[in-house]
């Protein structure tokens, strides 16, 4: 794959990963939004891990 593309790719992680810690910012303790944020959270590191072992060979 091309580095540019894993380089958009990684852009948009890193935009998921701040609207999920934005959403728990403004859950205001609601247990269901904290739950799923985090999960969303869990994936985008994931996420971060194989894009980045991609960039670095890339």
């Known amino acids: 794959m ?4 894993l380089e958009d790719l990684n852009r948009e992680i890193e935009a998921i990963a701040r609207a999920a810690n934005r959403l728990k910012e403004l859950s205001g303790g ?3 939004v904290e739950r799923n ?3 969303i ?3 985008v590191k994931m996420l971060k891990i194989e894009v ?4 670095e060979v890339a």
Do not use: G, N, T, V
């Open 30 to 32: 609601i247990q269901a």
């Open 52 to 55: 980045s072992d991609l960039l």
């Open 37 to 39: 944020a985090a999960r």
């Open 41 to 43: 959270l869990a994936s």
């Open 2 to 5: 091309e580095r540019e593309k």
